[in-house]
C-alpha cells in the first residue's frame, strides 16, 4: 500500500498532518510503513492516538522520525491509556512523562520541548503541540453540570473508554488535569513573541462546532474542554490541526483554518474516495476556496 504523497509538494518543504494512526491494526500499519515525505524539507504533525501499547507508539514515532525533517507530537487519549496488557504500566501524568521521554530519545518534539518556528513556505510559524485533556464543557443545551451531562450520556449508552483506561493520577480528576494543562499552556503560549502566528496542534478540537456533527452528541463531552475556544484567534493561528473525532475535514471559524487531519480505523478509512495516510498539507496554505484534501 502505496499513500500518494500530499498535494501541492513544495520543493523547499511543506508542513504536513496527521492523526489517528492506530497502528494496532495492520491495516493502518501499513499505511504508516508506507508513509513518505515527497521533500526532504517536510515536517509531519502527529496530532495523538498513534496508538495504546508503549511498543506501538515507539515503532510509529521512529519510523516517522526517520523519515521526516521534524515529527512534532501531541498526545491523544489513546497513548495516555494504561491497557492491562501493556508491559509499561505507568498511569496518569507518569504516562505522559514516559511517553515525553520516548520522543525526546526518538528527537520527536513534544508538548515539553521548546516551541520550533517553522520556516518554510507560509511561515514563520510557531508549531505549537498541546495536551490539554478535555473537562466536560461540551455540554448538551440545558445541561448545567458535568455530573448530569454524564448521567445522561450514561443514559444514553455513550461512556468512553477513557473512563476505565485513562487514569488522572496525581489529579483528583481527567478535569482538573486538564485545568492545570491550559493553565500552564496558556502562560507558555503568552511568552511567544507578540508578532509570530502559530500553528496550534492538539488531538482534540479546540473549538466545540466540530463535535456538532457527531452521530452520538453525547460523546463530546470526551473532545475537549470550552476554555480554549479563544485560543486560535488570541494565540495568531494561521492554522489549528486536531484529530480525535474521526472525521476529516476544514472548516474555518473567524478566519482560522481547524484541519482535522485523521486517519481512523480501517473500516472508517475503507469509505473514503481518498487513499489512506495521505497527510495534510498545512502550510503553505491552500488556495483560497479550496480544501487541504483533494
Not at 507560509?122 to 454524564?150: K, M, N, W
Request: hydrophobic fraction near 40%; aromatic fraction near 8%.
Amino acid at each position: 500500500m502505496t499513500p500518494p504523497p500530499p498535494d501541492g509538494p513544495s520543493p523547499t518543504g511543506s508542513l504536513l498532518a496527521v492523526s489517528d494512526l492506530h497502528v494496532r491494526y495492520a491495516e493502518n500499519r501499513a499505511v504508516v510503513e508506507a508513509l513518505r515525505p515527497s521533500s526532504d524539507q517536510d515536517w509531519l504533525l502527529v496530532a495523538g492516538d498513534v496508538g495504546e501499547q508503549m511498543a506501538d507508539i515507539e515503532w510509529a514515532l521512529a519510523t516517522l522520525a526517520a523519515r521526516f525533517r521534524k515529527v512534532v507530537w501531541a498526545p491523544g487519549n489513546h497513548e495516555l491509556w494504561t491497557p492491562p496488557d501493556d508491559p509499561v504500566q505507568a498511569r496518569g501524568a507518569a504516562r505522559y512523562d514516559a511517553l515525553v521521554r520516548l520522543c525526546r530519545d526518538l528527537g520527536v518534539t513534544s508538548p515539553e520541548d521548546p516551541y520550533p518556528v517553522w520556516r518554510g513556505p507560509g511561515g514563520p510559524a510557531a508549531v505549537v503541540p498541546l495536551f490539554l485533556l478535555y473537562d466536560y464543557s461540551f455540554r448538551q443545551p440545558g445541561v448545567r453540570t458535568a455530573e448530569e451531562a454524564l448521567r445522561r450520556a450514561d443514559e444514553a449508552g455513550v461512556v468512553a473508554t477513557d473512563e476505565f483506561l485513562l487514569h488522572s493520577d496525581p489529579y483528583p480528576t481527567v478535569a482538573d488535569w486538564c485545568r492545570a494543562r491550559v493553565l500552564r499552556t496558556a502562560e507558555r503560549l503568552a511568552a511567544l513573541p507578540a508578532d509570530l502566528p502559530t500553528v496550534l496542534v492538539n488531538h482534540f478540537p479546540l473549538v466545540r462546532e466540530p463535535t456538532e456533527v457527531l452521530r452520538y452528541p453525547e460523546f463530546a463531552l470526551w473532545c475537549g474542554t470550552e476554555s480554549t475556544a479563544d485560543w486560535p484567534v488570541r494565540y495568531r493561528a494561521a492554522a489549528v490541526v486536531y484529530g480525535h473525532l474521526h472525521i476529516p475535514r476544514l472548516i474555518r471559524k473567524q478566519g482560522v483554518p481547524h484541519h482535522e487531519v485523521s486517519l481512523g480505523y480501517p473500516r472508517e478509512w475503507r469509505r473514503r474516495s481518498t487513499a489512506p495516510g495521505r497527510p495534510v498539507r498545512i502550510l503553505p496554505a491552500a488556495a483560497p476556496g479550496t480544501g487541504s484534501r483533494p
